[in-house]
Structure formats: C-alpha cells, structure tokens
C-alpha cells in the first residue's frame, strides 16, 4: 500500500492529499529515510512524522485496505 494511503487510513493524518503534502515537504521519514507518498508501506516499517515541533514515531504493525474508525489504531502502535 502506498504511504499517503496508509496514513489516512490509520487516521494518523486526516486527509490523503494532506498526506501527500507532508511527504512531498520531507515530513515523513520512512525508517529513518524521507518518504515518497507513493513509497510502500509493509509490516515492521517505522514511520516518524513531523507536526511543527512535535514528531510521532509508530511502528507497522499491520496492512490492511479498509479499517473501521475502532480498529484503525491497531494497525500500528506507538514507539
């Protein structure tokens, strides 16, 4: 699956093209690499994003297309 889809999906960022954004601006480092939106995402990647000041560190637990809002967070945990 490709990064900006997964982050929307996970609802770690609101909006896709929002996504797209952040990673085309070098926000999104991609296991400790600047991240492409188009960039595949698999199981045990660790993805760091930058908000202004604050960054969050997750790790890919899992893939998955489609989520509920309920279950979108157990496809990654926290670092």
């Given at each position: 699956m490709r990064l900006d889809k997964y982050l929307k999906v996970t609802r770690l960022i609101k909006r896709r093209t929002v996504a797209?954004?952040?990673c085309d601006a070098g926000r999104v480092l991609q296991n400790g690499k600047p991240a492409r939106a188009s960039?595949?995402?698999k199981a045990?990647?660790?993805l760091e994003i930058l908000f202004g000041t604050k960054s969050?560190?997750?790790e890919v637990l899992d893939?998955?297309?489609t989520v509920k809002?309920?279950?979108a967070q157990?496809?990654?945990r926290y670092i």
């Open positions: 797209n954004e952040a960039s595949p995402v045990g990647d660790r969050v560190q997750v893939v998955k297309e809002k309920d279950e157990s496809l990654f």
